[in-house]
């Protein structure tokens, strides 16, 4: 049974990855202002060490629910100071509409998983002499 898409009518269906949907997603959010990063697995961060390739798809998970709306995890490393809230609800709807726009596909959720914090300097720094 062929799709239709506008006025176009294709021979078959269309299949999207989830790992290009992971990408799309990362990409997006990686472009908000006080997430600074995504929380991947070692290997993951091994491979993106040994290649130099940034990995977009990198603490994104996807699942479709039961209408076939992609679902998103994202699993983010917030800058110290950030309004988690107002950070997280700019991901969520940017990540959405990027994906949506992209795929041509429904998003039924962006899940953030605040996943770590990017602590400054200064903080890290030890404090006066370590040895009494």
């Given at each position: ?22 990408t799309i997603a990362g990409l997006a959010a990686s472009k908000v202002d006080g997430i600074c990063g995504m929380k991947g697995g070692l290997i993951k961060g091994a491979v993106q ?84």
């Open positions: 049974m062929a799709e239709q898409n506008g006025d176009l009518t294709t021979p078959g269906k269309i299949e999207i990855y989830d790992d290009v949907v992971k060490a040994v290649t130099g390739q940034k990995n977009y798809g990198a603490g994104v998970e996807v699942g479709r629910d039961a209408a076939a709306n992609f679902t998103i995890d994202l699993h983010v490393i917030i800058d110290y100071g950030a309004k988690i809230n107002e950070v997280a609800a700019k991901a969520q709807k940017i990540v959405k509409e990027q994906v949506e726009e992209l795929t041509g596909r429904a998003v039924g959720a962006v899940n953030i998983h605040v996943a770590d914090i990017r602590l400054p300097e200064e903080l890290l720094k030890p404090v006066g002499n370590a040895n009494p």
